[in-house]
């Protein structure tokens, strides 16, 4: 088993209308996986998004605690006898 497979699983959603596209978020994630949309929400503001092809968000929550307008949900994935299930840790 790798470090890497080792580490927990996660993933963000965020409110794309709520976003003000402050870019906090964008530099405080440890894999630069979050980065602002091309297209601008009803407020006018190009909302952060996630791009995370590779599955390698960790659910650390960092994103979501930099976050003024607290519009980022975490949800990690935890094992359990029953197997994996989503676990929203943040909002
Ligand atoms: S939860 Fe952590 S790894 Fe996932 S996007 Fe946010 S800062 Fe990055
Ligand atoms: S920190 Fe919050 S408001 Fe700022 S860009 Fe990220 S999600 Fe949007």
Redesign the pocket.
């Known amino acids: 088993m790798t470090r890497r497979s080792s580490l927990a699983k996660g993933r963000i959603v ?2 794309q209308e ?9 530099t ?1 994630c440890p894999y630069d996986l ?1 980065h ?1 949309a091309e297209q601008y929400n009803a407020k006018g ?1 190009r ?2 998004t996630l791009v995370d092809p590779d599955g390698r968000c960790t659910g650390c929550t960092l ?1 979501a605690m ?7 949900t975490v949800l990690r994935h935890v094992k359990s006898r029953a197997g994996s299930a989503p676990l929203a840790v943040a909002a």
């Open positions: 965020i409110d709520m976003c003000k596209g402050c870019e906090l978020c964008t405080t979050i602002l503001y909302p952060a994103c930099m976050c003024p307008d607290a519009v980022i």
